[in-house]
């Protein structure tokens, strides 16, 4: 008889645990050993293969959240990120990757790709004949991010799919802000998917990780660079990880709903000159949204309006703290600028959109109407700056 296919706070809660043989407790014992045997046993174990317990059980069930067959655990989001595009390139081979990402990864590409040897094309716009322009006969992967840091922007998931089956590429995707509660991009065809799981995985901002799911034969690729360049998780990490991904289901669907709530309270609002979400019907990629994802997120960014002080504005807030990463239960805000896109020339972020003023909300699990209160709050304290200063 086929085996019912189990839910997702289901998955969170019992895929990859470790039964606890000796005491019975209800949930992974923590091995903590860096030297384990390596006679007569079937797998030699060592923190830097991979292969320790709770890195094993954990890798499984990050597979079977994203419906992959295997995935490997990484110290943080940029070294699964890094890992997993030099296993796929050498000197000669080509990247196409999308034209806004996170600033950490546009960073690694033109500050260090040149020195592999690898070249790299950034596509002008996010529909796969974009994509498809920037294709070369050297050309070995795809990369896209999606919904993309700090816009929001949305990348039709089978479109840059059936395009890299086409020409034989392989297709990688960076899914932190979606998280596997909201889209599972294996099920529209992407081969490699990579998640900060520092963000919604961890979910507590008390977490540096990151994650990668393939197919088996994809994972091996991977590992066989990762064993080299070191970038393991301490097992301890490892058993925090998995604990936060027990509640991640809940925690995140709890987030969609509030962020809906405050992009459609900003949206249209007297101080703020932009909304960008992809729950909102004005997003221009919204119904592709609608198609790929489950939920839509609990990541929003919005612009004050041109006369307003986003520094004041952030400084005033008294819940919603001013921070760097996202997606902890708290709410937080932040400026791309001066943070996650700050590596990025000045002429850059112009060409990418990322104007001085925005902001990037990651919205919590509060309730919204303490939110309302924190934002409304502070907007009256940056109106009345700018009318004095005219």
């Known amino acids: 008889m086929k085996q019912q296919k189990k839910g997702l706070n289901t998955i969170c809660t019992h895929f990859g645990q470790l039964e606890d043989k000796e005491f019975k407790g209800a949930i992974s014992p923590l091995y903590m050993g860096t030297a384990y045997a390596f006679e007569d046993i079937d797998v030699k174990r060592y923190p830097r293969y991979f292969n320790t317990p709770n890195q094993v059980a954990l890798a499984k069930k990050i597979a079977a959240l994203e419906h992959a067959e295997a995935a490997l655990i990484f110290g943080s989001g940029m070294a699964a990120i890094s890992t997993s595009l030099l ?81 034989g590429l392989i297709s990688m995707i960076d899914n932190t802000f979606a998280s596997p509660v909201n889209q599972n991009p294996v099920d529209f065809g992407i081969d490699v998917v990579i998640h900060s799981a520092t963000k919604y995985m961890g979910g507590h901002s008390d977490i540096c990780a990151g994650a990668v799911a393939s197919t088996e034969a994809n994972i091996k690729k991977i590992f066989s660079l990762a064993k080299n360049f070191g970038g393991s998780l301490s097992d301890y990490t490892v058993w925090l990880l998995e604990r936060s991904i027990k509640t991640m289901g809940i925690r995140v669907r709890a987030q969609n709903a509030n962020a809906q709530k405050m992009a459609e309270y900003l949206y249209g609002h007297k101080d703020i000159s932009a909304v960008y979400y992809p729950g909102l019907p004005s997003h221009p990629d919204h119904n592709i949204a609608k198609k790929q994802m489950k939920g839509f997120g609990g990541m929003l960014s919005f612009e004050l309006n041109a006369d307003f002080n986003a520094s004041q504005f952030q400084k005033s807030l008294k819940l919603i703290k001013p921070a760097m990463s996202l997606a ?12 996650s896109h700050s590596l990025l020339s000045a002429e850059e972020r112009k060409r990418q959109g990322i104007a001085d003023g925005l902001i990037r909300f990651s919205v919590g699990i509060e309730e919204t109407e303490d939110l309302i209160a924190d934002l409304e709050q502070a907007l009256e304290i940056v109106r009345k700056e700018s009318k004095l200063a005219v």
Do not use: M
Request: overall charge negative; hydrophobic content about 40%; proline content about 3%.
């Open 87 to 167: 296993a796929f390139l050498k000197a000669g081979d080509h990247i196409v990757i999308q034209k806004i990402i996170y600033g950490g990864t546009y960073n690694l590409i033109v500050e260090e790709f040149e020195k592999f040897g690898i070249s790299y094309s950034f596509t002008d716009g996010f529909k796969a004949e974009d994509f498809e322009a920037k294709i070369k006969e050297n050309t070995k992967v795809i990369y896209i991010e999606t919904p993309s840091n700090p816009l929001l922007n949305i990348t039709d998931l089978k479109a840059v799919a059936d395009l890299s089956k086409k020409h």
């Open 328 to 339: 902890g239960v708290e709410s937080t805000v932040l400026s791309p600028t001066l943070t």
